[in-house]
């Protein structure tokens, strides 16, 4: 198993570019998750699915949207790119919503934006 | 405040020393609990669960104090390779199970 891949590394964006970052799992996992982290904040939850067609808010999802047409991927939408969205972002996913289930991290996507 | 709060150190200890990490949550109907990992630049991975009664993986020990509302992390016989950055995570007792995630406790271990 590949286990939880993200495309790209490394990007960088011009204020008020859109993009996609890219989440793929094969592990057939229901719960996938998208976090940013920021120096001294921690990860912070921008969307999740705990299904194909099911998405939610997390505490930070202005300037983002998600869809989950699958249950394998889970695309992040930057709409209009802004520095304050420069960040390390990490897909997750994990078996089911239940207690204790162990979460598995993505090799993150480093976003710049100028 | 923090919902998780940690030290974020650094702490710089020898070879072979024993540290311990703590880390307080606020939120009291808070239901599991977790230490990951994170190196440099890389995702974070489960180090361990948090049980009531403490469990010990190894050289790791985690504990659970829920009366105070404070989750430890105890690492025996220090090795380089655990040079890392400690995250403590708990979850939110509601249907989501979201993962609320400390911001870290940065851990050198030096020769």
């Known amino acids: 198993n590949a286990g939880v891949t993200q495309t790209p590394k490394f990007q960088v964006l011009k204020t008020g570019q859109s993009m996609t970052l890219q989440c793929a799992q094969d592990m057939n996992h229901e719960y996938m998750s998208w976090y940013r982290q920021d120096p001294g904040m921690g990860l912070r939850l921008i969307h999740y699915s705990v299904g194909a067609g099911i998405t939610d808010q997390g505490e930070v999802p202005n300037g983002y949207n998600v869809s989950r047409s699958t249950t394998e991927d889970f695309p992040l939408r930057l709409l209009s790119a802004a520095p304050s969205q420069t960040s390390v972002y990490f897909c997750?996913?994990?078996?089911?919503?239940?207690?204790?289930?162990?979460?598995?991290f993505g090799p993150g996507t480093r976003l710049l934006v100028l | 405040r923090k919902e998780v709060e940690q030290d974020p150190g650094p702490f710089n200890v020898p070879e072979g020393a024993t540290v311990a990490f703590n880390c307080t949550y606020s939120n009291s109907a808070s239901q599991s609990f977790f230490w990951y990992r994170q190196d440099c630049r890389k995702e974070p991975k489960l180090l361990m669960s948090v049980y009531s009664s403490g469990n010990e993986d190894g050289r790791f020990t985690a504990q659970l104090n829920r009366a105070s509302q404070y989750i430890s992390l105890l690492i025996r016989d220090s090795k380089l390779s655990d040079s890392a950055t400690y995250l403590c995570?708990?979850?939110?007792?509601?249907?989501?199970?979201?993962?609320?995630f400390g911001s870290g406790t940065r851990l050198l271990v030096r020769p």
């Open positions: 997750a996913s994990r078996r089911g919503g239940r207690v204790g289930e162990t979460q598995y």
């Open positions: 995570v708990v979850s939110r007792m509601d249907s989501s199970y979201k993962l609320i």
